[in-house]
């Protein structure tokens, strides 16, 4: 195991915090995994976001090509790291290797992949209108825009994906992609795998020559340090993935400031799979088997695992709850992230258990160890599902509730019914299409991405990804946390009028030195 010190980094320092500490756990067994972690006292907080803005100026204008290298040397640090990430990673989540490796493939990737859309240049959005002094009746100035980085961001690492949505996650990626200098929360879960991640980003930002600003990592408990930094008056956005609780809060405090700031919070969602009546027809029996795949992956700890099954009632229903039954009965209960987790999970389970109108379907084996995740599967019918909000709560785990819809119309109706979703899967044949249609405009309304015949478990990291949308999906459903356009969170248009030639930025400048995708007169080219 590489060395663990138990230090925050505070630029290019490594710290350990005095208010408190924290210990990592294996939450397979309860055991509390060494060394103890210092958490950051405002003192410290003060340093941290002093550093982030006195690097702001600097890197925002550093060239494409530093930037990229820049983001590409944080992947090669992280590789470099080897197996003591994902041991450390194992121990502090609970996931199996595989799973970790293919989010540390991720991870990189994402990095990379930002890279080179810093090097191609059109997120700069890049446009000219020239003078034109003899325009009559009224001349025009010359008009250029540029998108420069909002200021420096907070991210908070996620519990679910101690990679791909942590330090060096997409958030963090994104942020640094566009120019801002990132102070990260840590999640308290992962301690250790976080202090390995850190340590890479500052040895990228030392290679690199960049201000030691440009990354800084604290550790705190509870609400206290989060919420101070979001209310820090330097940070001017932030990056969060968890709970509708913890995300809202960090709004409230967003929006309280003496300058509001934006929150991109992702927080939850049930993620509705509708079964269309002809799919059910042909193939019943596999589509429940596959079902209870995607539930029961990771435990359910997925933001896009499929919580809410919809379908109209017919004898092909009958047959996937069948063979859906058959397989979560005979499923491992698996460990979760940690023990508060492993309880949420327990007291919504609880919950829908006790509920008069909701009849439990089938649950998972049970568990062999503490903190397992015994999965379950309920059901109630759509007039109960309208009558009571709380059951389109989130219960995080593998947990689903199937709606059985009389007709066509109650299906549609219980669709308008929803809160903001990530995602919307309709598993159909072509005989189904006409229902489709009928649906696709509700769903649209209520989701940020639309499947068809697959899972939602499994976000793809590229251009088109969406991974956001209505309330209380995400704070803010303009936005997506997955894919390249998430670097525009991070952005803010600049308009230049008259600026003299040698103050223009490069990206703006006569004879395109750049050799940007740029739009001048409203006519894209690289002119």
Sequence with gaps: MGTLTGKMLIGSTATFGADGTVQGL??????????????????????????????????????????????????????????????????????????????????????????????????????LDPALPDRAPLPRSDLRQRHIALGPVAVFGASNFPLAFSVAGGDTASALAAGCPVVVKAHNAHPGTSELVGVAIQKAVAKCGLPEGVFSMLYGAGTKIGSALVADPRIKAVGFTGSRGGGTALMQVATARAEPIPVYAEMSSINPVYLMPEALNARAEALGKAFVGSLTMGAGQFCTNPGLLLAIDSPALDTFVTAAVDALKASAASVMLTPGIGKAYADGVAALVGHDKVTTLARGLPAEGPNRCEAAWFTTDADAFLADEALQAEVFGASSMLIRCKDQAQLIALSEHLEGQLTATLHMDQGDIALAKALLPVLERKAGRILANGWPTGVEVCHAMVHGGPYPATSDARSTSVGTLAIKRFLRPVCYQDLFAELLPESLANGNPLAIWRRTDGVLGKD
């Design 26 to 127: 294996d939450p397979s067994t309860g055991e509390h995994l060494a060394p103890d972690y210092g958490l950051a006292s405002a003192a410290d907080l003060e340093r941290a976001c002093a550093l982030a803005a006195a690097a702001f100026d600097t890197y925002r204008e550093t060239s494409l090509e530093a930037r990229a290298t820049f983001l590409e040397t944080c992947a090669d640090e992280i590789l470099a790291i080897g197996d003591d990430l994902i041991v450390r990673a194992m121990a502090e989540s609970g996931l199996p290797r595989a799973r970790l490796e293919g989010e540390r493939g991720r991870t990189v990737g994402q990095l990379k992949l930002f890279a080179s859309v810093v090097r191609e240049g059109s997120w700069l959005e890049a446009r």
